[in-house]
């Protein structure tokens, strides 16, 4: 199963991905929680990415590209793998075109998940992410049991630094004109699936199930 989540900045791709991956047992290749995990280790392609990210401006696509390539030529992305947040260019989608035609391969679905500008604001105003293990929360409707700490790992729970009114604002604007013309291209291959994502996380969760039991 190769299946690809796309959305704009706060729909919920990481929380459906995330369920996705743990039901699925599938690798998990998300561009975002890379650079976050690269910056956090302090390793440069993380501080240099971050300098973007902040923001709201999107990485080179020569890096962000170089970093996909990477994670699919180790042997665990050979028969399936979820990605969350690449592509999202043009130069993006046809570099993994040439990547997934060396393995021989090709997506199986591309799920587009909606959702209104006042709910991405909120969602993101109200997040909370856990530096260690990247787990999501969201102050009123995925709760943290203690305030500020994980409930997974018990590492410290923080608001992404992209998550200001500004950048969420930067982010919206090029998830318009550099990531929404994907779409009519998955969408030509027939295997777009669009899903309401303003929904509770469950029937978001199930609306991806009934495609995913089909592929
Ligand atoms: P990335 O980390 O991918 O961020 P994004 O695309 O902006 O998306 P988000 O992670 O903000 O939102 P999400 O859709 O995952 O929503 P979530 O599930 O968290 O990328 C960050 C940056 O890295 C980019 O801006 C760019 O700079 C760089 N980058 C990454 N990939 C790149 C690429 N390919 N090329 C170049 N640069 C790249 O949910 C949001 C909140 O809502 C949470 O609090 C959650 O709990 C809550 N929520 C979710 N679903 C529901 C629901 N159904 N009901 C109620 N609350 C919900
Ligand atoms: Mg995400």
Redesign the pocket.
């Known amino acids: 199963m190769k299946i690809l989540m796309m959305?704009p900045?706060?729909?919920?791709?990481?929380?459906?991905s995330a369920k996705v991956v743990e039901h699925y047992e599938l690798p998990s290749i998300?561009?975002?929680?890379m650079?976050r995990d690269a910056y956090n280790n302090n390793d440069p392609i993380g501080i240099e990415?971050m300098k973007?990210?902040k923001d709201?401006?999107?990485?080179s696509d020569d890096i962000?590209n170089e970093i996909v390539r990477l994670r699919l030529s180790k042997n665990d992305t050979e028969n399936s793998f979820l990605l969350?947040?690449?592509?999202?260019?043009v130069a993006?989608a046809a570099a993994l075109d040439v990547m997934l035609d060396e393995m021989g391969t090709e997506l199986d679905a591309v799920f587009n998940?909606l959702s209104s500008n006042d709910v991405l604001f909120e969602?993101?105003e109200?997040?909370r992410v856990c530096k260690s293990c990247d787990t999501?929360?969201?102050l009123k409707?995925?709760i943290p049991k203690i305030d500020g700490i994980c409930d997974v790992c018990g590492g410290v729970l923080y608001q992404r630094p992209?998550d200001t009114l500004e950048s969420v604002k930067r982010?919206l604007e090029i998830y318009e004109t550099k990531t929404r013309p994907l779409l009519d291209y998955y969408e030509k291959k027939g295997i777009l699936f669009h899903i309401n994502?303003m929904?509770?996380?469950d029937n978001?969760y199930n609306d991806i199930e009934l495609v995913l039991r089909d592929i």
């Open positions: 959305g900045p706060g729909a919920g791709k990481g929380s459906q998300s561009t975002g929680q650079f990415a973007y990210i709201g401006n999107l990485v962000t969350d947040g690449y592509p999202r260019t993006q998940i969602r993101m109200q997040r999501t929360y969201h409707f995925k992209d982010r994502g929904q509770p996380f978001v």
